[in-house]
């Protein structure tokens, strides 16, 4: 069948991530039988998927770190439902390009799993307490220690050992390691870029939650539909168009009608362009993408400035709101109490993270326990604590 027109073409199929028997990158710790019906990576999707790590991104801060009272803020994204929609825009990239589609759905399910509470005011803040102990947090390499480690879910051995794949995109979904950085990090290919299934969901990623966060930002009423209409030219033709085609439309309803015709062309110019890239490189197997002079996952230069004009309003008008600033400064006091609270008394700890102290030390170990916490659990353990 011919491609459509606007229909990316598949990639060279040598491109994939290969998810067969034979394949180096399906290596698990433990070795494991194949399972008689599914792939390597979709058993890693639905391990991902089932961890405990996984079901508290419910209760972890997207964009609004205390859901407004009124009106009620039900459907606004948490880590969750955001991880879902990152997990749905990656699977539709990947199957668009012909690549590995199980990989691509298994790394987008773990790419928030390694959030701290509190979204990025939380992660600076577990940041900024480990960095008066020389040490750093970054949230992909937490992801690595959860799926790894933390997560205890089989008599044979810790963590869901995971394929090779997966866990190399988990730690390089968003970020390169050069070469001897981490030395825990030698097995994944060091130096190399990672697969384009991986590259893939750092984009997704974006794309999801600029879309998303305009969509709650305007139904918080921090936002207003003018302000983001004269800020971004592509959604104010869009929304245009929709009051155009739907005159007596709801007023929220030609609102969606943008933000999804929004979407659709960021996610179709990214298939379009990493297209692009692959052809213009010449790139036909995997091995040419891991030594590729630079990241192939981008959107075309018109698109890309559309990106970079919504990211900068979003950070000025929603990230940074002065209703916002409010909620960063609460959520870095409370994860600063909790931090010093427990490094005074570790014996507020759980047995299994006390554990952790001979080999990972003090400070390390009460951020990997801090990170694991919902909002809601480490609200509690503070006010416990601090007495408040
Ligand atoms: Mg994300």
Redesign the pocket.
């Known amino acids: 069948m011919a491609p459509r027109a606007g229909q990316p073409t598949l990639l060279p199929p040598g491109i994939a991530v290969c998810g067969d028997a034979s394949s180096p990158l399906i290596r698990r710790a433990w070795p494991e039988p194949p399972h008689v019906y599914r792939s390597a990576f979709a058993r890693d999707a639905a391990r991902i998927l089932h961890a405990r790590a996984f079901r508290r991104l419910a209760g972890k801060t997207q964009v609004f770190t205390r859901l407004p009272a009124d009106p009620p803020g039900d459907h606004l994204r948490t880590r969750l439902t955001?991880t879902l929609e990152?997990t749905q825009i990656s699977r539709t990239l990947a199957t668009a390009l012909g690549l590995n589609a199980e990989l691509a759905e298994a790394l987008a399910l773990a790419?928030?799993i390694g959030h701290p509470p509190f979204g990025h005011a939380g992660e600076k803040a577990v940041d900024r307490a480990l960095r008066a102990y020389g040490l750093s947090f970054d949230h992909n390499l937490h992801a690595l220690r959860i799926v790894t480690w933390f997560e205890e879910r089989y008599p044979a051995f810790r963590g869901l050992n995971l394929t090779l794949a997966v866990r190399e995109g988990i730690v390089k979904h968003s970020r390169d390691y050069p070469a001897g950085e981490y030395q825990e990090l030698a097995e994944y290919f060091p130096g190399d870029f990672p697969p384009l299934e991986a590259q893939l969901i750092d984009l997704a990623?974006e794309v999801a939650?600029l879309t998303a966060d305009l969509d709650d930002g305007l139904a918080s009423g921090i936002l207003s539909v003018g302000e983001v209409r004269d800020a971004l030219p592509s959604f104010r033709d869009l929304h245009d168009a929709a009051l155009g085609a739907y005159p007596k439309a709801a007023p929220r309803l030609a609102i969606y009608e943008a933000l999804r015709g929004l979407l659709n062309a960021l996610v179709t110019d990214l298939a379009q362009e990493v297209r692009a890239r692959v052809a213009e490189l010449g790139a036909v197997t995997l091995a040419d993408i891991r030594r590729a002079p630079a990241r192939l996952v981008h959107l075309s230069a018109g698109m890309d400035a559309t990106r970079a004009a919504a990211k900068e309003f979003l950070y000025a008008r929603l990230y940074n709101s002065p209703e916002m600033e409010e909620l960063h400064a609460y959520a870095e006091r409370v994860v600063r109490e909790l931090f010093a609270i427990l490094m005074a008394e570790p014996a507020l700890m759980p047995e299994d993270h006390q554990a952790q102290i001979p080999t990972e030390g003090l400070a390390r170990t009460v951020a990997d326990y801090i990170a694991g916490m919902t909002d809601a659990y480490i609200e509690q353990l503070w006010a416990r604590h601090s007495g408040r």
């Open positions: 955001h990152v790419h928030d990623d939650y």
